[in-house]
């Protein structure tokens, strides 16, 4: 269905920290009738919402899924390789994937759920992929891989990573992130996927490689 998206999912504006969002997450996450505990808590990382990096409104209501994803599907942007690792570009980094997804490609939003940077540094993508994910009950449908965008989230690595790995501070970041996202949403790390599994693409380029790496380095966050 097609709804605003919630006030909450603004969060003020803030750069959100973790601990207290994090606590109450973990909550609600071993309070449902499916109790997706883990053995180990991951704290939730930092992630700088819509409003933080300065993302104009969506030119449309988002569709909300009612239900939580089954799979992360990982991408690269297949933008220059930045030698920027700072905050500031990764703010820069997500108003260029914003504008060039509505302004060029004609979407609503930003396609992706949520965009890593270079240096490591995680936002929020399309508008109310933050508030779902914290609540880990329902999703926005995306626009980042045909025929899984209402049941996967996608999360954009920045760069181009044909014929380079990405630097460590953002594979880190993805570690953390996917283990994160699979604790909120119940997600096993085997579900965790690239975007040529599903399209003719050659994203996520050799991160597509490393994902055995990805998948047990996150079931091992997980205590899995």
């Known amino acids: 269905m097609s709804v605003p998206v919630p006030r ?3 969060l003020r504006g803030a750069v959100l920290l973790g601990a207290a969002a994090g606590a109450t997450a973990l909550t609600q996450f071993g309070a449902g009738r499916d109790a997706r505990a883990v053995a180990t808590r991951i704290d939730q990382p930092t992630i ?3 409003a933080t990096w300065g993302a104009r409104p969506p030119s449309s209501a988002v569709s909300v899924v009612q239900s939580r994803p089954n799979k992360i599907i990982i991408h690269h942007t297949a933008f220059p390789n930045t030698t920027d690792y ?3 570009q990764a703010y820069r980094n ?3 994937i914003q504008n060039l997804h509505m302004d060029t490609n004609g979407w609503l939003d930003s396609g992706q759920h949520f965009t890593n940077s270079r240096g490591g540094y995680l936002t929020e993508g399309r508008h109310g992929s933050l508030y779902g994910l914290l609540h880990g009950e329902t999703m926005v449908q995306g626009a980042h891989c045909v025929g899984q965008n209402s049941q996967a989230i996608g999360i954009e690595n920045d760069g181009i990573y ?3 790995q990405p630097p460590q501070a953002l594979w880190n970041s ?3 992130f996917c283990a994160f ?3 909120q949403y ?3 790390p085997t579900e965790i996927y690239g975007h040529k599994d599903f399209n003719n693409t050659q994203c996520p380029g050799l991160l597509h490689d490393r994902l055995p790496e990805l998948r047990s380095t996150v079931a091992a966050r997980l205590g899995a």
Request: glycine residues 4%; proline residues 4%; neutral net charge.
């Open 174 to 176: 993805l570690v953390v």
């Open 181 to 183: 996202t699979c604790q």
């Open 48 to 50: 700088a919402n819509c």
């Open 8 to 10: 909450r999912a603004v």
């Open 162 to 164: 044909l014929d380079v």
């Open 186 to 188: 119940g997600i096993p």
């Open 94 to 96: 997500s108003r260029d």
């Open 86 to 88: 700072s905050l500031a």
